[in-house]
Each structure stands twice: as structure tokens, then as C-alpha cells.
């Protein structure tokens, strides 16, 4: 969305349609297109199964973590809803099925750019960033952001936009936990809600790879405090008015 004219400076009151041009309720000069932002939560274990570090035991049908992505080998567990080791235990996983046609995924830590798409009938283009976000006392979130602009130097304003949205207007940009030790990562917080992505070499963030998302979900849930207080103290500051 546009909040004002960038040729005459005026205050947009305007409906603003996605996807649609925008000339100036004003001075009539053309302004842009509006982005669209879409933003899906995924099911944690089918990534988890896409990323290659866990996998479906043909035995119990639960998600089980597997002892190292090139061994494939389910871990030791329970049979669901029992203290009894689950026959599927020590087992080859079966191989991951492809989902949604995107990257195999399980090849280390490193993350793989996705490639803007440019819609050639609109001119659109079209981001998808993987991160996860996490809220005060929730449960750490896989969220898929889909960002369509028309400028290419649109892009970084387009995600902080989508931020704006997920987090409030209060966030600010940080290093992932230096002692988490994930330099290639970066996050945005308020104190109360933060979402990780990985940077992009121009600048704002990209995806997380597939087989880094399990280690970081597991450190949010283990160190949600690193992630939560990351802005100022956290807590109250000492105030200036009162
Ligand atoms: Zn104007
Ligand atoms: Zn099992």
C-alpha cells in the first residue's frame, strides 16, 4: 500500500487494490502498482519430512526425526500412545516424496535462494520467503510469505511491509542469536513476536533452507528468551516520562 504521493507529497485516502495500478487521487501522476502479500502457515512435519531431517515410520505412520540426513535411519521410539519401542525403530526411512515440485532439500545448513518469478503477463514480480516466526508463549510457526511487485527496488519495501503486518509496527531488524552461531540468518523483533529468515545478499531476507528449518525451530522453542528479548532489555526500560 501507498501512504502518500510521491510527487506531491499528499496523504493517500484512495482504495488500493492488490495487483492494481495507482495514479494520485491528486495530482493524477502515476505511483505504482500494489503489492500482494500473502502470507500461509505450513504444517511443521511436512517440512520437516521436505527438509530431510525427519520421515514417516511405515510401521506407526508418526514423524519420526532420523539419525542423520545421509543414513536415513529412523531413531529409536515409541509405538504411538505406548512406552513400547515402535518396530519402525533403526529402520531406512522411505525417501522423501517431492512436495509442491520445489527444491529436494536436505543438503546442509546452507540456504538456496529462490529465484524471483517474473509473471510474464503481468510484469509482477513474485518472491516466496520460507522463515519462522514465534510469539510469546506460542509455538514456533514455519510461515511462507508470497510478495508480487512490479519494481525491483520494491523488493526489501515490500517485505518490511509484510513484517509490518506479521509483527505490529514496533520491530526492528537484529543478528540471529550470536550464540546460536547461524551468522547467515537474521531476524526481526518487537520483544514479544520475532521471525527469522535468512539474509539476502541485497538486502532483507530470503528463505531458510530446508534443512536448516528443524534446527531452528528446535532453538526457538529451547531459547525463545534469546529471541524474544533481542530488542533493548526486553522488559521494561527505565522510562523517561513515565
Ligand atoms: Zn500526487
Ligand atoms: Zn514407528
Not at 23 to 43: D, L, M, Q, S
Not at 104 to 121: I, L, N, Y
Not at 195 to 202: S, T, Y
Not at 209 to 223: L, S
Request: proline share 7%; net charge positive.
Amino acid at each position: 500500500m501507498f501512504s502518500f504521493c510521491p510527487h506531491c507529497g499528499q496523504t493517500l485516502t484512495q482504495k488500493q487494490v492488490e495487483g492494481a495500478a495507482v495514479a494520485c487521487e491528486y495530482c493524477k501522476k502515476p505511483i505504482g502498482v500494489v503489492a500482494i502479500t500473502r502470507r500461509e502457515a505450513v504444517n511443521e512435519a511436512d517440512e520437516l519430512i521436505r527438509g530431510g531431517t525427519a520421515a514417516r515410520c511405515a510401521a506407526c505412520q508418526q514423524v519420526v526425526a532420523l539419525k542423520s540426513a545421509t543414513a536415513r535411519t529412523l531413531v529409536p521410539h515409541y509405538a504411538a500412545g505406548t512406552r513400547k519401542i515402535c518396530p519402525g525403530s533403526g529402520k531406512p526411512a522411505p525417501p522423501p516424496s517431492p512436495l509442491r515440485g520445489r527444491g529436494a532439500g536436505g543438503e546442509g545448513a546452507v540456504p538456496v535462494p529462490e529465484p524471483a518469478s517474473v509473471d510474464k503477463v503481468t510484469g509482477m514480480n513474485s518472491d516466496v520467503i520460507k522463515g519462522i516466526s514465534l510469539q510469546q508463549g506460542g509455538e514456533p510457526r514455519i510461515e511462507v510469505l508470497t510478495l508480487s511487485y512490479l519494481d525491483k527496488r520494491d523488493r526489501v519495501r515490500i517485505q518490511i511491509d509484510a513484517l509490518r503486518e506479521m509483527l505490529g509496527p514496533n520491530f526492528r531488524m537484529s543478528e540471529y542469536p550470536a550464540a546460536l552461531k547461524r551468522p547467515h540468518l537474521t531476524m526481526w523483533t518487537t520483544g514479544t513476536a520475532c521471525f527469522v529468515a535468512a539474509k539476502h545478499p541485497g538486502g532483507g531476507c530470503q528463505s531458510i533452507g530446508d534443512g536448516e528449518v528443524a534446527a531452528v525451530i528446535a532453538e526457538m522453542r529451547d531459547k525463545a528468551a534469546l529471541f524474544l528479548t533481542a530488542v533493548g532489555d526486553g522488559s521494561r526500560s527505565p522510562s523517561a516520562s513515565g
